[in-house]
C-alpha cells in the first residue's frame, strides 16, 4: 500500500502541524486514534506515556516534503508551509547546487545551516527516486537521486558530528544546560540545543556516529557508497546499522526488563475478562499492573528482581524466582515474560505447576515456530493456547529499562497468547487465532471508559 497517497487532508494537516511546530497535541479521542495510526507507519513518534502528544520523525518530514507541506529548505520549526495542493519537484542541477552551498557552509564554519541544508537535499532526493521509481520513464533517473541521497546523508552526517561536538563543548565550558534543575547556566548565555539544530535524541545518535567515525575513520562515507553502489537507497536507518549495533548484548540487558507499552495491556482487557484478583509474576516496574488496577482488578505482583513495584492498595511486590515456585496461587495471570532463555521454562512452568484457570502473555510471534525445546513443544503442542491475538501493527517499541538513547520504532511482531483451563482438567488441543488492531476505535473507546471512570474515582477521594 502507497502510505502517502492514501493518508487524508486531516492526517496530512496532522503531519505538517508536527513538523513545523515541533510537536503536536490532540485531546479528542479521534486525533489521538489518528496520532496513533501516524506512528505506527513512523511519519510521528508519540510520546510514551501521554498518548495525546507526538513529536516529528525523519520519516514525517520526509513526507511532508514530498506532499509539498512544507518548505524543504527551511529549518525545521520555522514557518514554512507551502499550500497543500502545491507540489515539491527540483532538478538534479538544483540539488547538486543545494549540496555545494551546504558544503561551502560547513567550511566556513556554519555548520547549522549546512546540516539544515543537506538534511533538506536528503528529504528532496529520497522523494525524487521514489517518484522516479514509480514512472518507468524517469528510471534512469533513480541511480542519481540515489547518489545525491547519499551525498546529503554524507553531509548530515558530519554535521550532526560537529554540532553534537559543539554542544558537548559547550556544556564542558558550563555554556550549555545539563540534563536536571535547576539550571547550572544563566537565561542569557544558555546554549539551546534548538540552536544546534538537533533533539536530544539526534545528539545522542550523533555522539555514536562520532564514536564509530574515531574508532574507524571512513566508515559512514563507505557504508553509504556501499549501498549506493548495490544499487539501494542510503538511508539514515541503514546507516546506523551499519555502523552501530542493532541489539542490545547479553550484558546490556541484565535482567531482561523491557517494560510492557500500555497499549498492548489495553488491548487484552478488551478482549478477555480475568478473574478479580490477577497474578503478574514478571511485574518490572509495574507497566502491566497500573493498567490492570485501571480496569479494576486487583493485582499480585512479583519479579525475580525488586524494582520497588507497588500496588495502589499500598501493597509491595513479591520477590521470587517464579521457576522456583512450587505451588499454584489459584489466580489468573497476565504478563509479559523475559525473552531470555528461561522463557520457555517459566511458561511451562506456569501450565505444569500453578495451573491458571486463564493465562495471557505477551510473546514475540517468533514464538509461534521451533521446535528444539522442549518446553516450548509442550506448552504450544501439548498444552496449546486457546486464542492467540495477533497484533496486525507492532506495538510501540519496548525499550530497555533505564535505555535513554534513541527511541527507536519497533522491529516485532507480537501476540497474545491466551491459555484456558477446560472441564476435564486440560487446556485443551485447539487454538483460534485472531488478527487485532490495538490502535481499534474500539479498544481506544474501552480504554478512554476506565481511564474516565478512574480519573472520577480520584476526584471523589
Request: proline fraction near 4%.
Amino acid at each position: 500500500m502507497d502510505i502517502l497517497a492514501n493518508l487524508s487532508a486531516e492526517q496530512k494537516a496532522l503531519i505538517r502541524a508536527t513538523v513545523t511546530d515541533g510537536e503536536y497535541r490532540g485531546a479528542s479521542v479521534n486525533l489521538r486514534s489518528k496520532i496513533a495510526k501516524l506512528h505506527a507507519y513512523g511519519l510521528v513518534r508519540r510520546h510514551e506515556t501521554d498518548t495525546g502528544l507526538c513529536f516529528p520523525t525523519d520519516e514525517g518530514r520526509a513526507a511532508a516534503v514530498a506532499l509539498g507541506l512544507i518548505d524543504p529548505i527551511a529549518p525545521h520549526g520555522v514557518s514554512a508551509v507551502v499550500p497543500v495542493a502545491q507540489p515539491v519537484r527540483a532538478s538534479v542541477p538544483q540539488m547538486v547546487s543545494m549540496l555545494q552551498t551546504a558544503a561551502a557552509l560547513f567550511d566556513e564554519g556554519d555548520v547549522a545551516r549546512a546540516h539544515v541544508i543537506a538534511d533538506g537535499v536528503y528529504d528532496l532526493s529520497q522523494a525524487e527516486a521514489r517518484f522516479a521509481a514509480k514512472y518507468e520513464a524517469s528510471k534512469h533517473l533513480v541511480p542519481k537521486f540515489r547518489q545525491l541521497q547519499g551525498d546529503a546523508l554524507l553531509m548530515e552526517t558530519r554535521c550532526k558530528i560537529e554540532l553534537a561536538r559543539a554542544y558537548d563543548r559547550a556544556q564542558e565550558t558550563g555554556t550549555a544546560a545539563k540534563k536536571g534543575r535547576p539550571k547550572n547556566v544563566a537565561d542569557e548565555d544558555i546554549f539551546k540545543q534548538a540552536e544546534a539544530g538537533l533533539t536530544r535524541q539526534e545528539i545522542h545518535e550523533a555522539r555514536k556516529l562520532a564514536a564509530a567515525e574515531e574508532k574507524t575513520p571512513g566508515i559512514a562515507e563507505r557504508a553509504i557508497a556501499a549501498r549506493v553502489a548495490a544499487g539501494l537507497a542510503p538511508t539514515r536507518a541503514n546507516l546506523k546499522h551499519a555502523i552501530g549495533t542493532k541489539t542490545a548484548t547479553k550484558e546490556e540487558r541484565g535482567n531482561n526488563l523491557y517494560e510492557t507499552p500500555e497499549e498492548g495491556t489495553w488491548t487484552i482487557l478488551a478482549l478477555e475478562q480475568f478473574s478479580a484478583v490477577v497474578s503478574e509474576p514478571f511485574c518490572g516496574r509495574g507497566a502491566i499492573v497500573r493498567v490492570l488496577e485501571a480496569v479494576g482488578y486487583e493485582v499480585v505482583p512479583s519479579d525475580l528482581v525488586d524494582y520497588g513495584t507497588v500496588t495502589k492498595d499500598g501493597e509491595c511486590q513479591g520477590v521470587a524466582d517464579f521457576l522456583e515456585t512450587t505451588e499454584g496461587t489459584g489466580f489468573d495471570i497476565v504478563s509479559n515474560p523475559p525473552y531470555g532463555e528461561h522463557m520457555n521454562a517459566a511458561i511451562a512452568h506456569a501450565l505444569r505447576v500453578h495451573k491458571p484457570r486463564k493465562m495471557a502473555l505477551l510473546l514475540n510471534l517468533n514464538v509461534l515456530a521451533g521446535f528444539e525445546d522442549a518446553d516450548r513443544e509442550f506448552y504450544m503442542e501439548e498444552c496449546r493456547p486457546a486464542r492467540i491475538y495477533v497484533m496486525k501493527h507492532r506495538l510501540p517499541m519496548m525499550h530497555r529499562d533505564g535505555w535513554d538513547g534513541n527511541k527507536a520504532s519497533s522491529q516485532m511482531n507480537t501476540m497474545w497468547c491466551l491459555w484456558e483451563l477446560q472441564d476435564d482438567g486440560s487446556y485443551g488441543d485447539t487454538t483460534v487465532v485472531h488478527r487485532v488492531d490495538w490502535e481499534s476505535d474500539e479498544i481506544a473507546r474501552f480504554r478512554d471508559a476506565h481511564e474516565a471512570a478512574v480519573a472520577v474515582e480520584g476526584e471523589a477521594t
